[in-house]
């Protein structure tokens, strides 16, 4: 996602249509892109962004603008069989789970975004951590997660993963900030 939010900025301005983000948050097998990769889509059919170099975009195009519509978000899951071999697919023989989700004004995730298109420090070290399983709080941004420990990412964490869970996933997000990747967080 963050390999798209700079160009993200002029889409968040007033009176600019809605969009959607797809985002890879899990990926099997040889597949094009690795999870965190996102694709933005627009009301008006405009893209920033792939997810696997043509095989499934059009597939994910009109589910973002279903998600658009819908304002609700789900999660599609490409892949390859010899059953459906000329259905929309992933020829490379993986599978991608793609999380769609419309951003909507005024939410998480839409003050996220903005928190980060308006960063002054564009190379500085920033995270975001959305929630895709639904709940009331989707989105927060982890400002300089170099410098971060356990204990600051759980404080910024709060609210968006339930109390009982939240010390194992702060761990889960701090190592995966450490590593500089990109993954999917589980908390129970």
């Known amino acids: 996602m963050l390999h798209i939010v ?11 249509p809605p969009f ?13 892109r690795p999870v965190g990769t996102a694709m933005a ?15 499934v975009e059009g597939a994910v195009h009109a589910a973002a603008l279903d998600a658009i ?19 929309v697919g992933l020829s490379c ?27 002054e420090e564009p190379a500085a070290p920033v995270a975001l951590v959305r929630r895709i399983d639904g709940g009331a709080r989707t989105a927060v941004v982890v400002d300089d997660p170099g410098a971060t420990d356990e204990a600051a ?8 993963v339930g109390p009982d869970s939240l010390a194992a ?7 995966v900030l450490r590593a500089g990747g ?5 908390a129970a």
């Open 6 to 16: 700079d160009r993200l900025a002029p889409w968040l301005g007033p009176g600019q």
């Open 20 to 32: 959607a983000v797809a985002t890879v948050v899990a990926a099997s097998g040889s597949v094009p």
């Open 41 to 55: 889509v627009r009301a008006d059919g405009a893209v920033l962004g792939s997810l696997s170099g043509g095989c």
């Open 69 to 87: 519509a819908s304002g609700t978000s789900h999660r599609e899951t490409f892949g390859y069989s010899d059953d459906d071999a000329f259905a």
């Open 93 to 119: 023989g993986g599978t991608l789970d793609v999380h769609v989700q419309p951003v909507l004004p005024d939410d998480d995730a839409t003050r996220a975004l903005h928190a980060l298109a308006a960063r």
């Open 153 to 160: 990412v759980a404080r910024v964490l709060r609210g968006l």
């Open 169 to 175: 996933a702060a761990a889960q997000v701090v190592a």
């Open 182 to 186: 990109t993954a999917t967080v589980h």
